[in-house]
């Protein structure tokens, strides 16, 4: 009876054109029609991202009566347990995020450390005394009407016109006397000024020093003016060791994410270097805006340290007219070329204190007085 049944429906299906056959189902006919197949494929991944348990369930049951065929189809994974969109998900950052965290942090501390280079100085103008501001002879008008104006009456309007005059004339009189009081003041102060003024242009020593010794008072590294007269300097610039600089370094991956890595011994020296050099120039600039008699200056740099090597890192003489000091690597070519820049040694080029024999005159007592 069932081979019947299945005969009769086999043989109905065939006598039944395909077009008819179609026909029985019009709405998903037409809906699948007029459908693009790019658009139904879309439909299809939207599905099994937004539907994960359906997509799942739809592969194992057509795993089910996909079992007996000869279609070979890949094992199914399991599905983990979906989480309840009530639960908290966990803040923070992830690995990789931590690590570009710290590569921008480094970068933003190495910059920072690195923007005394960059600085400029205006180089010093003869000081001017701003002329006094005119004096108002209102305040005394009144106040001399206050005092008079009880003598009149007030029917006597002459005798008061009269008062009024005489008080504003004494205003004027009295503004014009403080006027002139205040020019000779102004007069006085800029002749101090431009005797001051003259002594620093000619390196007097007492009037250079101190002008100095102002200038360097914020530096980030502390500079000790160890002599200046006339036209020539000796300064004692104390550094910072290399424990200042961030503990890491930023770079790239291969794949072109933002990490961070700790510094090469090589590394390491030659951004202290740079440094080092960054510092020797801010106070070289420093020194040719604030003093305009100097034309040659001897800057020592001195490391104190109490857990490692200190000593004279580098001595050198340099002069105003032989440099170009609006280029920020200057003190880094300086260090690097000069006589007695600085003393790098091994493989890693590590900066080393120059030794006590081979320092110049006048350099091995200065770390005890800096």
């Given amino acids: 009876m069932g081979f019947g049944r299945r005969l009769v429906r086999k043989t109905v299906r065939k006598a039944t054109p395909r077009p008819v056959r179609r026909a029985m189902h019009p709405v998903r006919t037409v809906k699948r029609a007029a459908t693009p197949r790019p658009v139904r494929q879309v439909s299809r991944a939207v599905y099994t991202v937004t539907n994960p348990l359906g997509a799942a369930e739809n592969k194992l049951i057509g795993a089910a009566l996909n079992s007996g065929s000869r279609r070979r189809t890949s094992p199914t994974r399991s599905v983990p347990p979906t989480r309840s969109r009530s639960a908290p998900v966990r803040q923070g950052l992830s690995g990789t995020g931590v690590r570009a965290a710290d590569a921008v942090a480094s970068h933003d501390q190495l910059a920072q450390l690195m923007v005394v280079k960059r600085e400029r100085f205006t180089a010093a103008r003869r000081p001017l005394v701003p002329d006094p501001d005119p004096v108002d002879p209102k305040p005394f008008q009144q106040q001399e009407w206050e005092r008079r104006k009880g003598e009149v009456r007030l029917w006597q309007r002459a005798r008061r016109r009269q008062v009024r005059a005489e008080a504003a004339e004494f205003g004027q009189a009295a503004a014009a006397d403080l006027q002139t009081q205040a020019h000779v003041q102004q007069r006085e102060q800029q002749a101090l000024v431009d005797t001051w003024w003259t002594a620093l242009n000619q390196g007097e020593p007492g009037v250079l020093t101190a002008a100095l010794k102002a200038a360097f008072d914020d530096n980030p590294a502390p500079v000790v003016v160890v002599s200046a007269r006339e036209s020539d300097a000796f300064l004692a610039l104390v550094l910072p060791g290399p424990e200042v600089l961030p503990p890491k370094t930023a770079h790239v991956t291969p794949t072109g994410r933002l990490s961070s890595r700790?510094?090469?011994?090589?590394?390491?020296?030659?951004?202290?270097?740079?440094?080092?050099?960054?510092?020797?120039?801010?106070?070289?600039?420093?020194?040719?805006?604030?003093?305009?008699?100097?034309?040659?200056?001897?800057?020592?740099?001195?490391?104190?340290?109490?857990?490692?090597?200190?000593?004279?890192?580098?001595?050198?003489?340099?002069?105003?007219?032989?440099?170009?000091?609006?280029?920020?690597?200057?003190?880094d070519v300086l260090l690097a070329h000069i006589p007695g820049g600085l003393n790098r040694a091994g493989r890693a080029q590590e900066v080393q204190p120059w030794p006590r024999e081979k320092l110049r005159p006048g350099a091995s007592g200065l770390l005890a007085n800096a």
Avoid at 295 to 322: M, S, Y
């Fill in 262 to 331: 700790a510094w090469t011994k090589t590394e390491l020296n030659q951004v202290y270097a740079e440094l080092l050099g960054a510092h020797l120039l801010a106070t070289i600039r420093e020194t040719w805006a604030v003093a305009p008699s100097l034309t040659n200056i001897r800057i020592a740099g001195l490391r104190k340290r109490a857990d490692g090597p200190r000593g004279v890192l580098f001595d050198v003489d340099v002069t105003r007219t032989d440099g170009h000091w609006a280029d920020d690597r200057w003190g």
